[in-house]
């Protein structure tokens, strides 16, 4: 094996693991954005749990705009 043949097996080598890194980076950003199997409970129980926060939010402010209306008129 001349040197030149060892240099490119080299450079094959660094290249082929530089591709299977960087196909396993880009591969783990799109896992991190949402799940590729199964559903994403967490994010819907969050957006579940805001929903009925706001609704909450909507009916004290009704009822508290109903007694100062309420207060107003006596």
Known sequence: MTNS????????????????GGFIYIVTLSLDKKPLFGD??????????????????????????KAATKRAKA
Do not use: S, T
């Open 40 to 65: 994403n409970d967490v994010d819907r129980d969050i957006a579940h749990n805001e929903r009925k926060k706001a609704q909450r939010f909507f009916k004290a402010q009704k009822k508290a705009l």
């Open 5 to 20: 043949m060892f240099w490119n097996g080299v450079i094959n080598w660094f290249f082929l693991f530089g591709a299977i």
